[in-house]
């Protein structure tokens, strides 16, 4: 027998719009199935129409972050067909450049356009739409490489800036019925992992000791942390950086085990 607590779940965004970005990834196909679990209307957008062929999308629209004439395309194609969004989860990022020297000129500029100028672009047409409608709740993607560095420099320089992005949207339009909250994501096995798998096959059991959890978190988890800082669950929070890191930021475990002994 399903409880009322159970129903009240399902319905928690009954009648609101939901736009996901990077919503055929393997985060994102999380986020899109928990918000249609509940309720949602799922607004999925992604660089491919092959990405999108989940079946709890209720409309798609296909775009580059690295293309500013396709992000105005597709904002004016979401406002049009589908109207001011009641959600935003920016989800959308990539990162390739694991180390500085792997850094040049060009992989500096690809990460940035697309981990933070492109997700700004895209996002600021919406958000002032919401702040101007008078409520709204955006939810961005981030990473721990945005708190603490664990490489991917310039992809957590660009994280770094999506952390500030929202604060300020928090506290410059929160008058305007505007929440802005960031999830800062651990390691989590989706396709993103796969090159590194392919370099070794340990590598898995190598992470999980740095994690005070000992595992790595699952993309199920992270959707529960993004539906709830979206849902009205969170009415008063905003402005908030949260990581669902299975403890990593929380301190250096591998220093307790390799230099204490304990």
Known sequence: ??????????????????????????????IVALMAQRGA????CDQSSEALKSPYFAARHVFDLLDKAS???????????????????????????ETLPALNPDRIEQELDLNLTGVMNFADPLVKAMASRGSGSVVFISSVNAITH??????????AGINAYAKAIAVELGRSGLRANVVCPGSIRTAAWDHRLAKDPEI?????????LGRIVNAAEVAEAVAFLASDRASGVTGVVMPVDAGLTAGCLPFIDDILGA
């Open 150 to 159: 664990f490489g991917n420099p310039a992809y957590a320089a660009a994280k």
């Open 71 to 97: 992000i105005a395309t597709a904002i004016a194609a979401i406002l049009d067909r589908d109207g001011v969004p009641d959600i935003l989860i920016n989800n959308a990022g990539w990162t390739r450049a």
């Open 204 to 212: 898995l059991g190598k992470l999980q000791r740095l994690y005070p």
């Open 41 to 44: 209307r799922v607004v999925g």
């Open 1 to 30: 027998m399903v409880s009322q607590t159970e129903l009240e779940g399902r319905a928690e965004f009954e009648g609101k719009t939901v736009v996901v970005t990077g919503a055929g990834g393997g985060l994102g196909t999380a």
